[in-house]
């Protein structure tokens, strides 16, 4: 049962409607689940695994469809359970997400009484006292609040400095809702984790609680405001940005007050056009404001749909540009860990070298392989991509006819389905918010590519970290110069416990397969050496051709012994 919160609706008259909501999600989950069994799991059993793959598709675009009405009938977080899996395309089918994608918040607006009196009991007086007017008529109506246009009582516009504002407030019951749904969701969490085919693939119950989370922190305005603060001050200066001032004395964690900024929607082309503004410069202006958050500031708006961005004109000025990008709703925000930001950079290296071993290894530390995750078929997909577009730049890449693009994708898609993997919540962020912008900025310019704006930064992360590459490859040179110094000593502890009768040895080529492992451990040394030399060599070269060049000559030594050893090899 959901829990019980003192003071709370649960223990109220209101308990057995959350009753009720609580064991209809259950129920839409326990009899999906029961379906997911009989299909995949009994049938095959049973020699009609056929039965099971034809069905497969539809059976999942029905459950997505079904799964969609039930988010509009509930609202609350359902909703965004279902926003949440469009996105999960690291954990569910296409059928799933694509049928999901454009769920929004498809709910009737809450009666104007209710929002008076949950606003006035958060603000502690009637609304007369606190705003010089507020409009019933709701501006938007979500899920989890709703919005309304509003002035500030002349005292408070005076000390401001404006008097429109939006006033956002939650919909009343919403902290019980939110309870009830991630009670019903972490017990789904907990069925889910008992079935080997989930469990082995994806941690629901972590996914769960990274949910619940996101969602908490989506529904406290205070933390809200504050983020709407911080990304302010990373663009303070930048006239390409604008950011709605927070009227703190207004605010609450259930109310949030803050200048009403309504300015053209972003993918208004016709109003744009006839503000006298280009919408193929706003597409390279907004794609580029994204990226500075990525990469410059590692914390990023993660939900800039079209209806929370503007395009604001401005007073002609010298200094300043005629227009800004004016983003509201900084409840889903996003950020990029240094972590993260050096799981990337090797992500980048092993790219620049067409390592597609290396790739993965790089993909598995940054967390986004489970453990237990055999990836060999992963290695091979990669490996094939180098193969075919890996020595392209931007440019020759948007050349490439997107079938091609298209069949990659399907063969990596299957692939990473098979394997134990999901994204981190900051990761799955970042490909939310770029999956967005790269939408709007289509929309304003039907030749808009995602790889020109890319194109700049990805070289800039490039030259920032060049001086850690020397490092890296010096440090996974020692670690696997270690474990092959350490190696003869081992074997030869090995093949004396063999010759005193203490180690049962069941293979007769034993001692063959040992001298093999040796030589190939020595020669990964010369092999990892060589290929950090020369990726030092060339990335530093470009600003420094002396010791580049020093380095890219120095690896020919490493290369020598490596064909050396081989070439003995096969000639024993």
Avoid at 212 to 235: C, G, K, P
Wanted: glycine share 8%; with cysteine; net charge negative.
């Amino acid at each position: 049962m959901p829990p019980v919160r003192p003071g709370s609706e649960h223990s109220g008259p209101g308990a057995a409607r959350y009753r009720a909501r609580y064991r209809r999600i259950l129920r839409f989950a326990g009899w999906n689940l029961a379906v997911t069994w009989w299909y995949e799991l009994f049938l095959p059993r049973i020699g009609l695994v056929k039965i099971a793959e034809r069905t497969r598709a539809r059976r999942m675009r029905l459950f997505a469809r079904r799964f969609h009405v039930l988010a509009v009938e509930l609202g609350g977080l359902m909703i965004k359970v279902g926003q949440f899996m469009s996105s999960r395309l690291d954990v569910l089918p296409p059928e799933i997400t694509a049928e999901l994608e454009g769920l929004q918040d498809e709910v009737p607006p809450v009666d104007f009484a209710q929002i008076r009196a949950r606003a006035e009991a958060e603000l502690g007086m009637p609304l007369e006292r606190v705003f010089g007017s507020v409009e019933e008529a709701p501006l938007a109506a979500a899920s989890l609040g709703q919005a309304h246009r509003a002035t500030l009582a002349p005292s408070d516009a005076e000390d401001v400095g404006f008097d429109a504002v939006v006033i956002k407030v939650q919909r009343p019951g919403i902290d019980e809702i939110v309870d009830v749904d991630l009670a019903a969701l972490r017990t789904v969490g907990g069925w889910l984790s008992r079935v080997r085919l989930v469990s082995s693939r994806v941690d629901m119950p972590a996914l769960v609680e990274e949910f619940a989370v996101t969602s908490l922190e989506e529904i406290d305005y205070l933390h809200e405001a504050q983020n709407a603060e911080r990304f302010a001050t990373n663009f303070a200066g930048d006239s390409r940005v604008g950011v709605p001032a927070i009227v703190w004395e207004r605010s609450t964690r259930r109310v949030l007050t803050l200048e009403d900024v309504t300015a053209i929607k972003i993918t208004d082309g016709e109003a744009l056009r006839a503000a006298g503004i280009d919408p193929a410069e706003v597409a390279h202006v907004f794609a580029s404001v994204m990226f500075d958050q990525l990469f410059t500031h590692g914390f990023f708006h993660a939900d800039p749909h079209p209806g929370n961005v503007f395009v604001t004109p401005r007073t002609a000025n010298a200094d300043s540009a005629l227009w800004q990008l004016t983003f509201i709703d900084f409840g889903m925000m996003g950020e990029v860990p240094a972590s993260t930001r050096s799981g990337l950079r090797k992500l980048l290296f092993a790219a620049a070298s067409r390592d597609g071993k290396g790739l993965v290894e790089a993909i598995r530390n940054v967390g986004v392989l489970l453990p237990s995750a055999d990836t060999r078929e992963l290695e091979r997909a990669m490996t094939e991509l180098f193969a075919r577009f890996g020595g392209m730049g931007f440019a020759e890449l948007r050349e490439v006819d997107p079938r091609e693009f298209r069949d990659f994708a399907v063969q990596f898609g299957d692939v990473i389905r098979s394997l134990p993997f999901q994204l981190p919540e900051n990761l799955l962020l970042v490909i939310r918010a770029m999956s967005l912008v790269s939408g709007v900025c289509s929309a304003l310019d039907a030749e808009f590519n995602l790889w020109d704006s890319v194109e700049p930064y990805a070289a800039q992360l490039l030259r920032d970290e060049r001086g850690n590459v020397v490092m890296d490859a010096a440090q996974q040179v020692l670690e696997v110069a270690g474990v092959a110094w350490r190696l003869p000593k081992r074997l030869d502890t090995v093949l004396t416990r063999i010759e005193e009768g203490s180690l049962e040895v069941v293979n007769p080529r034993l001692e063959r397969k040992v001298a093999r492992l040796e030589r190939t451990g020595r020669r990964a040394v010369s092999a990892l050496l060589f290929g950090a030399l020369l990726i030092a060599g060339s990335v530093l070269r470009a600003d420094d051709a002396v010791l580049g060049t020093v380095l890219m000559a120095l690896s020919a030594l490493p290369l020598l012994h490596v064909l050396f050893a081989r070439g003995a090899r096969d000639g024993s």
